[in-house]
């Protein structure tokens, strides 16, 4: 696996058309192509494609400002939303290794930010488990999303030791 984390660009597009998202995985998160349109005309949502090689495998939204606030009162926390995989790619890692990768592709692009935060949907155990692999915690939080109650989770991205 030679992953790799790309913000998107027009360009791709065609990837994300051939995006297989199914409806149980709409019952917890939106579509790429839903995902894209908002972060067009909101400049504080970055859209974020992982690749193995040259194939769309995982999707996620990088939520800045006002986005975050129903989850964290850091303001130098970044929501990570629309967090998907590929109906066809999912058992296979990607998941796990685009959360691994995030923490260095966010000092990266956002240097100021110290923090990731998400939601996850309290019937969502199979994520929720997944985050914490990731070193994702839950301290006691929650709020409500499409509907639903969320836990909320966050990652605390540590300073780079020179």
Avoid at 32 to 49: G, M, N, Q, T, W
Avoid at 72 to 96: C, M, P, V, W
Avoid at 97 to 118: G, I, K, T, Y
């Amino acid at each position: 696996m030679a992953l790799t984390l790309k913000f998107y660009e027009d360009k791709a597009q065609s990837l994300v058309d051939q995006y297989t998202i199914t409806e149980e995985q709409l019952r917890y998160t939106k579509s790429p192509k839903d995902s894209i349109e908002l972060a067009k005309e909101d400049d504080s949502r970055h859209a974020v494609l992982a690749f193995d090689g040259d194939k769309l495998v995982t999707f996620f939204v990088l939520h800045e400002k006002e986005g975050v606030k129903p989850y964290s009162s850091n303001e130098r926390a970044l929501l990570i939303r629309s967090f998907s995989t590929d109906y066809h790619e999912q058992g296979k890692g990607y998941a796990k290794a685009a959360l691994q990768m995030l923490p260095d592709f966010v000092r990266l692009h956002f240097p100021l930010m110290n923090e990731l935060v998400l939601g996850v949907n309290v019937p969502n155990i199979t994520a929720q488990a997944l985050y914490i692999k990731c070193g994702f915690v839950d301290e006691g939080k929650q709020a409500t999303g499409l509907g639903e109650e969320l836990k909320v989770m966050s990652y605390y991205i540590k300073d780079v030791e020179i």
